[in-house]
Every structure is written in structure tokens, then in C-alpha cells.
């Protein structure tokens, strides 16, 4: 269950004398059930040979979104039916591999078609129905499971972009958060900005369907944004109730400007 959105560098705007300016902007709505455990902090790791950073969740040991030194963000979202929502919990449910195990093993990509390859090469059947978006400052794969099988399309990034799930039916949250996503980025002033109130944002009275979303038995867990640039990757996590975000500042591969990354909290 999340909320992803993503501003290409069409949408964001910088200040002339920035030197490097952001090319891409994610944001990531993590929403979980109360019963699992917390998720570990972003850090940076080697994994397919390419130095990585991502938030972990303990139970899985996956992740829904991560980005790597070749300048790729990976977000992963739930597919829920109405038959999934009914029946929450029930074999459809616990069948199938987890789905954080996906992007872990996509991260050795050097860019979105030959983590495109992976994917399609992958026994990708066996997890739990998911939606996989992989994107660099250009352009979008979104993969999905669909009966088996994986399917994609690929899209040049011109405007702003959001995806959402959640355990009550994908359809129940879809119409409403993207009428407000619309409302948001109808003309906004700061794009940066918006982005950040939408992942804030919770009708009174309607917390289940809302971006940042709460009902008895779930809520949003935490917020992730990646900012991408010519030189380097910044991860901020912050988990709901806590003051303090961990950020990760990562170069990308052959860039000058950073060497090695450095974490901070």
C-alpha cells in the first residue's frame, strides 16, 4: 500500500545560479498494517556491483523503493482487487513471494532497459501482484503482474506522475487522491512544494481513503523522497510520529562532484 509520485525536471524549477540543479523528484507513501515491524533507516550498500541506498523492511529484508549510483529509482506499489480486499489475509494473500524482494534484485542495472531485461527475464510470476515503476530523469517503465504475466510500457517524463494502492481495493483510494493530485498540480507556484503537501495531505473524516492515510488496523508508516541529480542521489526518510528524517547523499557513478556518499540524521 503506498502513494508514489514523481516530477521530472519539467515540473521543477531552481534558482539560475544552482549549478546542479534536481533532474527528479519521487515521493513515497509507505502505508502498512499496525502489526509489522518498523522499517530500517535508509543506508548505502553494494548490491549487483553498484553502490545502492534504501529503507529495509526487517520482515521481507526487500524494499518499495531504492535508488542506485547509475542514477535509477525503483518504487514498488501493491495490486489490489476488490476480490483481494474482500478476501484480505486470505490465500491470495499470503500466496506468492514477498514482493520487496523484487528491486533488490534489479538494482545492478546501468539503466531502465536492461533493468527492463531483468525483469522480463525474472520469474516475476512468483510474487504477489505488484506495480514496479523504474525511472531515470527521462523516462518511466511501469511493469505490472497481470495474470502471470509480466507486462510494461514506457513513457517519456513530461509532466508530474502519481500511482497509489491500497488494501481496500485499489479502485476505492484511485478516484480521489488522483482528483486532488489534479488539484495540486493544476498550477502550482512551487512543484516541490505541492508534492509535499499531497503526501501530507487527510480528509477529516476520510483518514482510509486519504494520501496520508489512518484506519484501525493501518496507517502511513513513513515518507520517503529521492532527489536526483547530474551528480548525486539524496534519499530522506522520515517514519510517522518521529522528528528526525535520515538522509543519504550518494554520487553517482563517474561523477566529480562527491566522492563516496556520507549519511546524516
Known amino acids: 500500500?503506498?502513494?508514489?509520485?514523481?516530477?521530472?525536471?519539467?515540473?521543477?524549477?531552481?534558482p539560475f545560479a544552482i549549478a546542479d540543479p534536481?533532474?527528479?523528484?519521487v515521493a513515497c507513501?509507505?502505508?502498512?498494517?499496525?502489526?509489522?515491524?518498523a522499517?530500517?533507516?535508509?543506508?548505502?550498500?553494494v548490491l549487483g556491483g553498484r553502490r545502492v541506498t534504501m529503507p529495509v523492511d526487517p520482515e521481507s529484508g526487500g524494499t518499495w523503493i531504492a535508488a542506485s549510483d547509475a542514477g535509477?529509482?525503483?518504487?514498488?506499489?501493491n495490486i489490489n482487487s476488490d476480490t483481494d480486499a474482500a478476501n484480505a489475509g486470505g490465500p491470495s494473500q499470503r500466496g506468492g513471494l514477498s514482493r520487496g524482494g523484487l528491486i533488490p534484485s534489479l538494482l545492478g542495472a546501468g539503466n531502465v532497459s536492461e533493468a527492463l531485461g531483468l525483469v522480463?527475464?525474472?520469474?516475476?510470476?512468483?510474487y504477489r501482484p505488484f506495480r514496479l515503476l523504474m525511472m531515470d530523469p527521462y523516462q518511466l517503465i511501469e511493469c505490472w503482474l497481470d495474470g502471470g504475466r509480466v507486462r510494461h510500457r514506457r513513457a517519456y517524463l513530461h509532466g508530474a506522475v502519481m500511482r497509489t494502492s491500497s488494501s481496500l481495493g485499489d479502485a476505492v483510494v484511485a478516484a480521489p487522491r488522483r482528483a486532488l493530485f489534479r488539484q495540486f498540480f493544476k498550477a502550482p507556484a512551487n512543484a516541490m512544494a505541492a508534492q509535499d503537501a499531497?503526501?501530507?495531505?487527510?480528509?477529516p473524516g476520510r483518514e482510509p481513503v486519504s494520501v496520508r492515510m489512518c484506519r484501525a488496523d493501518a496507517r502511513t508508516v513513513s515518507h520517503c523522497v529521492v532527489e536526483l541529480t547530474a551528480s548525486f542521489v539524496t534519499m530522506t526518510y522520515r517514519a510517522t510520529g518521529c522528528r528526525e528524517r535520515a538522509r543519504v547523499i550518494m554520487a553517482l557513478a563517474g561523477?566529480?562532484?562527491?566522492?563516496?556518499?556520507?549519511?546524516c540524521s
Do not use: I, K, Y
Open 22 to 25: 534536481t533532474r527528479l523528484r
Open 39 to 45: 522499517a530500517l533507516a535508509p543506508s548505502v550498500r
Open 255 to 263: 561523477a566529480p562532484a562527491l566522492a563516496g556518499a556520507r549519511q
Open 198 to 203: 499531497f503526501h501530507e495531505h487527510q480528509w
Open 29 to 37: 507513501n509507505r502505508d502498512e498494517l499496525l502489526t509489522r515491524g
Open 120 to 126: 522480463l527475464d525474472s520469474r516475476a510470476d512468483r
Open 72 to 77: 535509477l529509482v525503483f518504487t514498488l506499489l
Open 1 to 14: 500500500m503506498c502513494t508514489v509520485t514523481v516530477l521530472p525536471r519539467a515540473c521543477l524549477t531552481a
